[in-house]
């Protein structure tokens, strides 16, 4: 079982690139999340899905955008990249109701 | 309302004391207070979780004690060790969604 699966581990774009932070579970989960996380400042949602075709924006949407056309992928996506948008990204799913977050290894973005 | 306050930012223990991290939450619609731990380079991972209706939780040497009235919880790691290590985050969740709500985190160090 791979779990949570998060490419690129790295990355580095400039200023007005684009890109796409993908997220795999092989859990059957329905329910997934993508967190940001900056120094000092934890973990905040930008978006999260419960279920193939349902998303929804979560504290931090500004400047990314997702889709969820199967239950086991779940892709970020960066637009216009901004240096504000340097930060480490994790994907999280969790099966319907029951709270318990797995988390990917993350993907470690860098706008310059 | 949606704000989960932890501290300290950062603890200093050596090996078997008994570092203690603290949360706070507003909305009394949380129903669910688990604890991620975090190692350099990983996604957090779930450590223990407790739901209102106990004072108290363990596993093993990590301890989660709630209280309701306070609106307060906080996480107890008994005899640490050096491999305890890591960033501690706090979360909260419940009432009309499943998203959770994350503090800001604590780095620990153990030292040997």
């Known amino acids: 079982n791979a779990g949570v699966t998060q490419t690129p581990k790295f990355r580095i774009l400039k200023i007005g690139q684009s890109m796409t932070l993908q997220c795999t579970q092989d859990?059957?989960?329905?329910?997934m999340y993508w967190y940001r996380q900056d120094p000092g400042m934890g973990l905040k949602l930008i978006y999260y899905s419960v279920g193939a075709g349902i998303t929804d924006k979560g504290e931090v949407p500004n400047g990314y955008n997702v889709s969820r056309s199967t239950t086991e992928d779940f892709p970020l996506r960066l637009e216009l990249a901004a240096p504000s948008q340097t930060s480490v990204y994790f994907c999280a799913s969790e099966a319907s109701g029951d709270y318990g977050y797995t988390f990917g290894s993350g993907t470690r973005l860098t706008v310059v | 309302q949606q704000q989960v306050k932890q501290s300290p930012q950062s603890l200093i223990v050596q090996k078997g004391g008994i570092p203690i991290i603290n949360c706070a939450y507003e909305?009394?619609?949380?129903?669910?207070f688990p604890w991620y731990q975090q190692f350099p380079g990983k996604g957090p991972a779930l450590l223990i979780a407790?739901?209102?209706?106990?004072s108290e939780k363990k596993e093993g040497r990590f301890t989660i004690s709630f209280n309701k009235s306070a609106k307060q919880f906080s996480l107890h790691i008994m005899d640490s060790q050096p491999g305890d290590s890591a960033t501690y985050f706090c979360a909260a969740g419940g009432g009309a969604t499943n998203k959770l709500i994350f503090g800001t985190g604590t780095l620990l160090a153990v030292q040997p």
């Open positions: 909305n009394t619609a949380f129903d669910y």
């Open positions: 407790i739901r209102p209706d106990v």
């Open positions: 859990m059957n989960h329905n329910y």
